[in-house]
C-alpha cells in the first residue's frame, strides 16, 4: 500500500464525494487499513487505491450532476492525473518519545541526591593537593624533565628526522638514475644486437675499398713496346706497334698472357 499525501484539489474530491455518496459508498472508500478519509485536509495520509476508487465515483457521478454542482465539481477534479498532481509520499511523523517509568524516576532521583551529596562533601573537605616530584626528590635532576630541557630534546629528534629524510631522498634520487641508466642500456643493446654485426662488417668493407684505391693511385703506370710486325698488302705498307703495359711491382709475373702463335 502507498500512502500519498493530499493536495486540495484531493481534499475538495474527497469532500465531494462525501457530499454525493451514501453512507455504504463511503465505507467502501476506505475499508480496513486504509486511510480515514473523515477529515479530509492537505497533508494528511491517502492511499493510491483510495484515489482511483475516488477517481471512479467522481466520473461514475459526473453524468448525473445538476446546474448547482458545477461550481462544487470544477473544484473537485475527477481525473486521477489531476488527483496525483503535486502528491507526494506520505511520512508519517515520528512518535512521540515513551514516557519514562516510576522506577526510572526514582533512580535518576536518587542518582541527583547522591551526586550533589558528593560535590558538597568536596566543597567543605577539598582533598589535598598532589605533591610534586621534585618537592618529594629535591636532590634529584628534575630540571633534564623541564619543559625547556624536552624541547631541546624534541628539536635535536626534528633535525635528525630532516636528516635522515634528506639523506633517503638522495640515495632514492641516486638509486632512479643508476636504474635509469642501466635500462637505457639494455634497451639500447637489445634493440641493435640485430643489426651491429652487420654495420661494422660494412664499414670494414668501405674502409677496405678506400685503401685499396689510394694504393692503386700510389703505382706508377709505364708503357713499352713489346713487339712489331709489318703487314703487307696492297702498295702501302703498314706497320702496327702494340704496347704493352708493365707493372713495377711484385705482381707483374701474375700478368697473363694469351696463348697461341701471334700473326
Given at each position: 500500500?502507498?500512502?500519498?499525501t ?8 474527497v ?13 467502501k472508500l ?20 483510495q ?20 461550481e ?16 507526494r ?6 512518535k ?17 541526591r ?9 566543597m ?15 636532590t ?5 624533565f ?16 630532516v ?39 660494412y664499414?670494414?668493407?668501405l ?49 697473363r ?7
Amino acid at each position: 500500500m502507498v500512502l500519498l499525501t493530499m493536495t486540495p484539489a484531493i481534499a475538495a474530491a474527497v469532500a465531494r464525494c462525501e457530499t454525493l455518496a451514501s453512507s455504504e459508498q463511503m465505507q467502501k472508500l476506505q475499508p480496513d487499513g486504509e486511510p480515514q478519509l473523515s477529515d479530509p485536509a492537505p497533508g494528511r495520509p491517502v492511499s493510491h487505491a483510495q484515489l482511483i476508487d475516488i477517481s471512479d465515483f467522481l466520473k461514475a457521478r459526473a453524468d448525473h450532476r445538476s446546474a448547482d454542482d458545477d461550481e462544487a465539481a470544477e473544484a473537485a477534479p475527477t481525473a486521477l492525473n489531476d488527483l496525483l498532481r503535486g502528491s507526494r509520499i506520505y511520512t508519517p511523523p515520528p512518535k512521540p518519545k515513551p514516557e519514562p517509568s516510576t522506577e526510572y524516576k526514582q533512580l535518576m532521583a536518587r542518582l541527583r541526591r547522591e551526586e550533589e551529596a558528593r560535590a558538597y562533601e568536596r566543597m567543605l573537605n577539598p582533598p589535598a593537593p598532589a605533591e610534586s616530584f621534585s618537592q618529594r626528590f629535591p636532590t634529584s635532576n628534575a630540571h633534564l624533565f623541564s619543559a625547556a630541557g624536552m624541547d631541546h630534546f624534541a628539536n635535536t629528534d626534528e633535525d635528525d628526522e630532516v636528516t635522515y629524510a634528506d639523506i633517503n631522498r638522495q640515495l632514492a634520487l641516486i638509486i632512479n638514475v643508476l636504474v635509469s641508466i642501466i635500462a637505457c642500456s639494455c634497451a639500447i643493446w637489445i634493440a641493435a644486437r640485430y643489426w651491429i654485426a652487420e654495420v661494422a662488417i660494412y664499414m670494414g668493407y668501405l674502409r677496405r675499398i678506400k685503401e685499396a684505391r689510394v694504393e692503386e693511385k700510389k703505382k706508377p703506370e709505364i708503357k713499352e713496346i713489346a713487339e712489331t710486325w709489318v703487314i703487307e698488302g696492297g702498295n702501302e705498307k703498314k706497320s702496327t706497334a702494340i704496347h704493352k703495359t708493365s707493372v713495377v711491382s711484385d705482381e707483374a709475373e701474375n700478368v697473363r698472357h694469351r696463348k697461341g702463335k701471334q700473326k
